[in-house]
């Protein structure tokens, strides 16, 4: 009886150090796709400079910028984009938003709309470049929002798009262990002002982006990223041959079995586990308006 029960408490103790152990680890996989809990910011601070900064670059690197004409930021928050536009060029600057009371930047031209409802009220072919930030996760339906950018945009004009990679690591993690995208999780029901997911209700992850800009008529797509995520890069090593390979295995079933891949659409789907996009923050995709 006395080798019985010490033996069943020697169970019980490894038992108890392999729960603690399983929770140790469970905290530090946490803590790196996770991170800590934060303060639930409102939607008008996710505009941040990097952002902007990306942006820039992605419209100084554009295909054939046109050097003059007007420049329209749909979803202009604090129309802080709009400013760093105008410094850098030539261009008027108009902005459009669901309410005025959050613009700052002082002489912005701005135009009241609901996106989810009404059509831009512009003119056909009226703005060279057209930035769209932070805005299409926020839409009911930002095909039509992307239609509508297209018709205002003038023949071989720009448009610039950001928008939470859903697809980085951290982001693909955290729907496995929640079934909600980084930056995304529960709504309440029928209540517009609660914004504890940042009044982001739609996730758009690149393919179906760059397919809805293709679909809308734009071609020339290129797709860029802020910043890397550090919490995703400590995961990278581990995880890109297993994804590599599945990746593989799935694209050549969509291609042979049931026909979804084409010369059209098959570039978009590769990009979907690069590099890029496996370790970036924020999407930033380029397109333009053929001439």
Not at 27 to 49: A, D, H, N, Q
Not at 92 to 120: I, M, Q, W
Not at 180 to 189: E, I
Request: charged content about 20%.
């Amino acid at each position: 009886m006395v080798h019985s029960d010490c033996r069943s408490r020697r169970a019980l103790g490894d038992g108890s150090q392999f729960a603690v152990r399983t929770r140790r680890v469970s905290k530090k996989l946490r803590k790196i796709f996770l991170g800590k809990r934060r303060r639930p910011r409102e939607s008008s601070e996710l505009s941040t400079s990097g952002i902007h900064q990306a942006v820039l670059r992605a419209i100084a690197t554009a295909h054939a910028l046109p050097t003059s004409g007007d420049h329209l930021d749909v979803g202009s928050g604090t129309g802080e984009l709009l400013r760093l536009v105008r410094e850098h060029y030539p261009f008027a600057s108009f902005g459009c938003d669901y309410t005025e009371k959050l613009l700052s930047v002082p002489g912005a031209k701005f135009h009241t709309v609901d996106l989810n409802r009404e059509p831009l009220p512009y003119n056909d072919n009226r703005f060279a470049l057209v930035t769209c930030v932070e805005t299409v996760e926020h839409l009911e339906n930002y095909r039509e929002v992307i239609r509508e950018i297209y018709r205002v945009l003038q023949p071989g004009g720009i448009t610039v798009f950001s928008t939470p990679n859903i697809l980085n690591l951290r982001s693909r993690f955290r729907y496995l262990s929640s079934g909600f995208y980084n930056l995304f999780g529960p709504l309440a029901p029928d209540e517009s002002a609660v914004h504890t997911t940042r009044g982001h209700i739609n996730p758009v992850s690149w393919f179906y982006l760059s397919h809805a800009l293709r679909s809308a008529g734009f071609c020339n797509l290129k797709v860029n990223v802020d910043k890397y995520q550090r919490r995703s890069l400590l995961a990278f090593p581990f995880l890109i041959v297993p994804l590599r390979a599945t990746n593989w295995l799935v694209y050549h079933r969509d291609k042979s079995t049931y026909g979804t891949l084409d010369d059209g659409n098959a570039w978009a789907v590769r990009t979907m586990n690069s590099p890029k996009l496996l370790l970036g923050r924020t999407l930033i995709v380029t397109a333009v308006k053929p001439a």
